[in-house]
């Protein structure tokens, strides 16, 4: 068996479309990376904010009819952007007002429309109208950020006093509920503030401003949803709302930069097999398509089925083939990402290790880079394997390499299309069906999928039918097949 | 006697509704070397076929070396080399690394063995270069090599003078006829130049409409095939209708005439020219061509 399988490598490592296609992926990636480290996010702030956009904005105002109860909305959206847009471009561009402006006017500025165009209430208008002068004029006076998150502060903690003063009353139910409410809102608002303070978080984009706001706002979501009694959407939330926070939490504490948003050699890397998965597919499915039909229809099958050998040993040193040439274009990939990565951002970030989110323990576990990646790995091998038997099956029956090379990139290339109706479909059985087994991703790290049919046993052991379905009938096909006229 | 190397038993072969061998039967021995022929469409790659386990038998059985092929495959095809239509062979390699893949399969060839292969079959300045800058005649020598590399006991030869010159056609014959003679190979070879065959093979093995219709020595089926015919050359040739009235000839040219005669009537047919004025320039008794036996035994070819 070894030394078939040997042979049936030197014949592969001799074709030149492996070289090809392997050459042109990783000229893809270095375009990839190359590209993503140049991508400068001013860029795209400086369009947002710019004449153009104001214009084009502005343009499409006309296009609301006010009186129309569904276009109202839009038209809201719409006057917002314009108006907060022309409200930033008030402060310079590297001012620490405009960091501030850009992040706090927006909601307000949404406010102060709906008031006017949908509620009409003009109390409401008054209202918002005011805060929105009240953070121009802190913008104008205070000299520094610091000062300004000094007076939020301040503010924040009055608050709180009065409202604990007032817990302390006789109050009824709802009331207390309420009060109870503003209270841990002010708490979480406070300790934002008192955070940026003590650790000198200005409003510049980093990545422990961002971990500050992403606190926020999950933590104030979070209140909004009422434990006791949930909706299958609320649940839905309240466990993403969770994972954001014990994620932020984790990066605040540890003041560790673990988040994947932004661009850098380990990011990309660790997102590498759920982005680039489609290049394993491509080339493992051109050698797994070929290597039976193209013995027969090149002839050289008779070569090789004159051998001392019984058939299903020949097929399978070829079957196991194609595991290796996958296993090998995985390695030679992820090692190119490694050095590509490393050399267009640099190779400090390697050193960081893979935060998980674990719905289990629901905490921030520590993973090792390579063990994250691994588990991405075996989380998608199931549709690996099974494409590529798909396309050594369909060879080996109709030795045709094209048919099998074209049907099995068909099956990829519709799996999310199909996935879609069979949920919507929403048929129990179907949740079966290979392309919908294949993918574990979902479960990884403790989580549930999305779909509520499915199982993590199911998915192993459909995947595994499906399998030896295709094996068996390949290996037997291919005993009983007749070398004909070539 | 010893037992045979290559035994085919009732061999029949059916595609659906169609038959296209029934009850083939034949055997061969070692230091054989058999002429497989027949016409076109006649049946013989599909009997190489199943022979080798390439196709399915329909019934019948093939031991090769006192093995059955559908039982024992592996054991009964060991000690064999072939080829089966075309040599084909992977094009992007070398003649060398083709060799050594197929090397790679049995136990005990070693490299001294491609070399000595190679040497055989006259490849060994263009062993390193890539089959797909071969001409047709060196992949048909590089098939024979690869045929030769597990030194077997029998070698099938689907129509190996294909795309050979003379000299080529020259070289397999001493290589087979010594094959058979110093290493008592049994060889099996189909063809249709059956000029060339005449050169080497002993036996032959007529096959037609997918049954066999004649297995014997070649030096039999020549003998039986007819009278001896002996050819004159005369100084004329007509009239002579009724002069020989009591023997069957025929005219071949102005002045040669083919005529089935016993030999001891050959002095009484040399008087009666003479006395007749009619000038003898030879006689030699004709060696009947194996074409020539063919054809009268298979009646010309009808395929179906």
Known sequence: MIKLISNELKK???????????????????????VSSR?????????????????YLTSSLNDYNLDNYEEVDS?????????????????????????????????????????????????????????????????????????????EKAVYESKITDIKKELTNNLDKSSKENLEKELKTSEIHLYVLKYRLDNDVSYDNSYLDTALIEYESSNIALLQINKENMSKEEEESYNVLK???????????????????????????????????????ILTVMIAGGIVAEEFSKGTIKMLLIRPYRRWKILLSKYITCFLILLFTIGVLLLAQYIIGGFAFGFESYSVPAIVYNYGSKSMVEVSLMKHILLNLVAILPMLIL????????????????????????????????????????????????????????????????????????????????????????????????VKNI | MAEPILKCEKLTKRFGTKTILKDCSFEIFEGDILAFIGPNGAGKTTTIKLILGLQNITSGNVIINGYDVEKDFVKAIDKVGAIVENPDLYMNLTGRQNLELIANYYKDVTKKRIDKVVELTGLKNRINDKVGKYSLGMRQ????????????????????TNGLDPEGIKELRDLMLSLAKDEKIAIFVSSHNLSELESFCNKVCIIQNGSIIETSEVNKLKRKAAKPVYSLELSKTTGLKKLLSKYKFETTNDNT????????????????????????????????????????????????
């Not at chain 1, 490592?13 to 190359?34: C, D, P, Q, V, W």
């Not at chain 1, 994620?247 to 660790?270: H, V, W």
Request: hydrophobic share 45%; with cysteine.
């Open chain 1, 12 to 34: 592969v490592f001799h074709k030149k479309s492996i070289y090809i296609t392997l050459g042109i992926f990783i000229a893809i990636l270095a375009l990839l990376n190359i």
């Open chain 1, 387 to 482: 494409l590529l038997t798909l396309a050594f099956t369909i060879s080996t029956i109709f030795t045709s390499s094209s048919l099998a090379i074209a049907l099995t990139f068909l099956t990829t290339f519709f799996s999310s299309v199909v996935n879609m109706m069979i949920i919507r479909s929403k048929i129990k059985i179907l949740s079966l069906f290979p392309t919908m087994v294949w993918d574990l991703t979902e479960f990884l790290y403790g989580g549930t999928p999305s779909y509520e049919y499915m199982k993590l046993n199911n998915c192993i052991i459909m995947s595994i039918v499906y399998l030896l379905i295709m094996v068996f009938v390949s290996f037997f096909v291919f005993k009983h097949k007749n």
């Open chain 2, 257 to 304: 005439i083919s005529i089935e005669i016993t030999k001891n009537d050959v002095p009484q047919l040399l008087k009666t020219l003479l006395d007749n004025k009619i000038k003898v320039f030879s006689c030699v008794e004709k060696e009947m061509s194996l074409e020539e036996a063919f054809l009268k035994r298979t009646g010309g070819n009808v395929i179906d």
């Open chain 2, 141 to 160: 020598r590089l098939g024979i090599a690869q045929a030769l590399l597990n030194s077997p006991k029998l070698l099938i030869l689907d129509e190996p």
């Open chain 1, 75 to 151: 038209y809201i959206s719409t006057k917002t952007e314009i108006d907060y847009i022309n409200f930033v471009n008030n402060y310079d561009n590297s001012s620490w007002q405009r960091k501030i402006a850009m992040e706090k006017s927006h909601e307000i500025i949404y406010n102060i429309n709906r008031a006017k165009y949908n509620t009409k209430d003009n109390d409401l208008l008054a209202t918002y109208e005011a805060e929105l002068e009240n953070l121009k004029l802190k913008l104008e006076n205070d000299d520094d950020w610091r000062i300004f998150v000094s007076e």
């Open chain 1, 243 to 281: 994972k954001s926070i014990t994620t932020q939490e984790y990066i605040l504490e540890n003041k560790a930069d673990i988040s994947t948003d932004s661009y850098n050699a380990r990011n990309i890397f660790m997102t590498f097999i759920g982005d680039n998965y489609i290049f394993f597919i």
């Open chain 1, 39 to 55: 991508i400068d996010f001013s860029d795209i702030e400086d369009y947002q904010f710019g004449e153009e956009n104001v214009q």
